[in-house]
């Protein structure tokens, strides 16, 4: 009924309409600060905006790819994860930090739910171009072109030093190579996995070795949303039935990433491994 009414009256005002209700859009800040985001452990307003205040630090110091908004999301989801009870364990895991600014996030809310953050990378950059597959695909953004053997290098020193500086290095482990030699050897159960990997071969490393590590209901995010090379590996039915004896599981943000920030994209993306649908609500638009 709203919608039909919306659409009758002039466009100047629907325009109008359009506009006020933007400035009532909660951006991932104004959410984190004023939702329950962070109460099944014990923060409290003032524990979130020392939380912000000090991810912003970190952002004026340390080189990112990434921006507050993307390490606010990806950290309100560690949030909602129960306090583990292991903490050797129960892992939340990176792979791609390039010079550790969305690390720090998440080492801040591994601190805070008790669990270990392990950190895969070759700390030498991209391993190479890709040149192969032909240019990289970015429809929504206009862009091609091709990555750069070396891009987003950031040492294991370098790295360190930042989480230690603006996070919590105690609860990090670094597992450095490239991910083809070290992801083999992952044997943790994950709660939480977040790629930013750039390459379609990192990408399907990162799932053949950790996916089955990875709990029912638990979260993917990759920065890697706006590249539609690397997306179509979350649809590549023969890919996922080979390796994984799977059905593809798709991806939330294909193409133009989640609309966290005021330009309505981003490089964020998700997917949920095996989701309990038997929590999903009923519209009438579906029978």
């Known amino acids: 009924m709203l919608k039909k009414i919306y659409y009758k009256i002039p466009s100047k005002f629907q325009i109008f309409l359009s506009k006020l209700a933007s400035k009532f859009i909660s951006s991932p800040e104004e959410n984190f600060l004023k939702s329950t985001i962070g109460n099944k452990h014990g923060l409290t307003i003032n524990d979130k905006l020392l939380i ?17 908004n993307a ?5 309100s989801r560690v949030f909602e994860l129960n306090k583990a009870k292991n903490f050797n364990t129960s892992t939340v895991v990176e792979c ?16 805070i739910t008790n669990r270990k953050l392990i950190i895969y990378d070759s700390f030498k950059g991209l391993p190479n171009s890709e040149r192969e597959i032909g240019k990289r695909n970015y429809p929504h953004l206009k862009f091609s072109g091709y990555y750069s053997k070396g891009m987003y290098s950031g040492s294991l020193e370098e790295v360190k030093k930042n989480i230690n500086i603006y996070g919590d290095l105690s609860v990090c482990e670094f597992r450095k190579g490239f991910f083809s030699k070290t992801l083999p050897k992952h044997k943790e159960k994950i709660d939480f996995l977040f790629l930013d990997v750039d390459l379609v071969s990192s990408t399907k490393d990162c799932i053949k070795y ?12 990759t920065d890697d949303a706006c590249d539609m090379d690397v997306i179509k590996v979350w649809f590549d039915k023969k890919w996922w039935e080979k390796n994984l004896k799977l059905e593809a599981p798709g ?28 929590t999903y609500r009923k519209v009438s638009w579906l029978k």
């Open 52 to 68: 912000i205040k000090k991810l912003k630090y970190s952002l004026v110091n340390v080189e990112s790819a990434t921006d507050l």
């Open 71 to 75: 390490h606010i999301l990806i950290m």
């Open 96 to 111: 791609g930090t390039f010079k550790g600014a969305t690390a720090i996030a998440l080492s801040i809310a591994c601190k």
């Open 210 to 221: 950790l996916w089955p590590y990875l709990s029912n209901n638990s979260y993917v995010f």
């Open 251 to 278: 991806f939330i943000g294909s193409g133009c990433g989640l609309p966290i920030n005021l330009n309505s994209f981003s490089s964020l993306g998700y997917i949920i491994k095996n989701p309990d649908k038997s």
